[in-house]
């Protein structure tokens, strides 16, 4: 089996792994050479079933399984799970076009797939906290000149409106900068984790003014450098506790008012909320 065959059999089978119903998702992940995103081999790849890694050989074909390779080990950084995110983007919809904001652009691998999908009129604009990682992936974006990434240091202020913004780093709250810069229609993914890294992903969709927001499903994912804080995280261990609560989230609210039975996690100004959008 050729390189490119292996790419190919290996975005063939994220489409059934993740049910992708996307042919254009598909085809993004067979386009990408995930080699190129994390250095010569052989590869660390992590085991989710033992939590540790285990060592690849040189060849590239390695690549093309739906694990996770270490970016750096020691602190536990990975790119992320293929079909985890095969699944998302499928699910969020991204169309030619349009204008997506990565938070955690790590080495590039998804920031490419992302370009893909916008293809040659979109943008795709990475953010990265990690200097090295950002210098990386901004080489290895030179094939898609419609990515780009920045440098950013902690809680990046939100330049611009985007039409999808997805984040690869867990915030203890919904960032509302990130919120308030979603276009009409926009659509934004972004991990809520305690502490210990575990969490769900919420899903935006912004209609007007309203907000629906609902659970994406869990995730375990690094955590977002600069919007961790302890007492958050703690209020949302405990919401956590309360899965049945989670799956009937409807919306964000922006709106002041008083805690009540509808608010599954209540915040400073916002509250993931049961209650239905008018």
Known sequence: MTLDEARRAFAEELRAVAHVTDQRVVDAFAAVPRERFVGPGPWRAL???EQG?????NDPRALYHNILIALDESRGLNTGEPSLWAYHFDRVGIRAGERVLQIGTGSGYFTAILAELVGDTGSVLGLEVDDALG???SRNLEPWPQ???HKVNGAHEIEGQWDVIIAFAGASAPPIAWIDALTPGGRALIPLTTDARWGFLLRIDKTGDRLAARSAGNIGIFPCHG???AAEAAALGQSLGDPV???ALKSLRRDDHEKDDTCWLHGAGWCLSKHELS
Not at 53 to 57: I, Q
């Open 135 to 137: 210098e990386a992936a």
């Open 53 to 57: 890694y285990w060592t690849t050989d």
């Open 245 to 247: 609560g989670r799956a």
């Open 227 to 229: 919007l961790r804080d």
């Open 47 to 49: 085991c989710l079933y």
């Open 147 to 149: 990515a780009s990434v």
